[in-house]
């Protein structure tokens, strides 16, 4: 069984950073795909980004596209979300995702983590 580990959450004001984490176990070739969904109060899940463990492919929501960087560490099993420039409107709890193809779609992730809330509030 895949288990995705989240960590790095936090309260941050508009205009700061943070670094989110996935710590990724029990990972198969098949699972070539890893990405960052987030879901907002009262709102459906939405993609952020991803990315593929092998090569450099990324795909990014254009809501956050110049502000946010996924990057991965393939030793560690690792997958990261630099986020920076944080506005309100990325408060949400961000989930951590793997899954068979590089997708923004929920429904082609099959193995999620429990979740780490991002608070940006002045």
């Known amino acids: 069984q895949v288990q995705l580990v989240e960590s790095g959450g936090g309260r941050v004001q508009p205009g700061g950073s943070l670094r989110l984490s996935c710590a990724a176990s029990r990972l198969t070739f098949s699972r070539n795909a890893m990405a960052w969904f987030r879901q907002g109060p009262g709102r459906e899940r939405e993609f952020v980004a991803a990315?593929?463990?092998?090569?450099?492919?990324?795909r990014y929501a254009d809501s956050v596209k110049g502000r946010f960087t996924i990057s991965k560490d393939n030793a560690k099993n690792t997958v990261y979300l630099q986020m920076s420039s944080l506005k309100p409107e990325d408060t949400a709890v961000y989930y951590c995702?793997?899954?068979?193809?590089?997708?923004?779609?929920?429904?082609?992730?099959?193995?999620w983590g429990q979740g780490t809330q991002v608070t940006v509030s002045s």
């Open positions: 990315i593929r463990w092998a090569g450099s492919s990324t």
């Open positions: 995702a793997a899954g068979p193809l590089l997708s923004t779609i929920v429904g082609n992730y099959d193995y």
